[in-house]
């Protein structure tokens, strides 16, 4: 099958996280191993557009792949309270909803780091423009939540 390009690249960033990939032709495979279909040239320049770097694996192991948001995604939190202090400028909350507001223009770049956290309570979000709603489990507190995101944010 044939992916979008947001799509497959978003797979490549999934695979380099997953997988010690050394060259263009190993991604290649990997890819057509889930019936993705891309050629070496493509995924070149989807290497290049994510900002895929080549480093040295731990003991100085061989050169792989890594994309540089998805390197050392150790800690989420920390990346979470870089971008909410850097793009939320208030944290509101209503039933199971938490509604975050960033300047016009940013609400997908928290949106993604929200997502891509993997926080326990929160089912995922919408971004608008200016405009997240982030969307509490069942068993959450849309009440903690904000709190919590309050807190990353510095509010």
């Known amino acids: 099958m044939r992916l979008a390009k ?3 690249q ?20 990997l890819l057509a191993a889930e019936g993705v279909v891309a050629t070496q040239a493509t995924v070149s320049r989807d ?4 900002g895929a770097v080549k480093v040295r694996t731990g003991g100085g192991g061989e050169s792989v792949y890594a994309v540089p948001e ?21 944290v509101a909350h209503s039933a199971n909803l938490v509604v975050v507001r960033t300047p016009p223009g940013s609400a997908h770049v928290v949106a993604s780091a929200i997502d891509r956290a993997g926080l326990a309570d929160i089912i995922g979000t919408v971004a608008g ?3 997240i709603m982030v969307i509490a489990a069942e068993r959450a507190s849309a009440a903690q939540i904000a709190k919590q995101l309050s807190g ?4």
């Open 6 to 8: 947001t799509q497959r």
């Open 10 to 29: 978003h797979r490549i960033a999934q695979l380099l996280e997953a997988n010690a990939v050394a060259s263009q032709g190993q991604l290649v495979d």
């Open 47 to 50: 290497l290049d557009e994510l």
């Open 70 to 90: 998805y390197e050392h995604r150790v800690e989420p939190e920390d990346h979470l309270r870089r971008v909410f202090g850097d793009w939320v400028v208030e």
């Open 129 to 131: 423009d200016d405009t």
């Open 152 to 155: 990353l944010a510095g509010l």
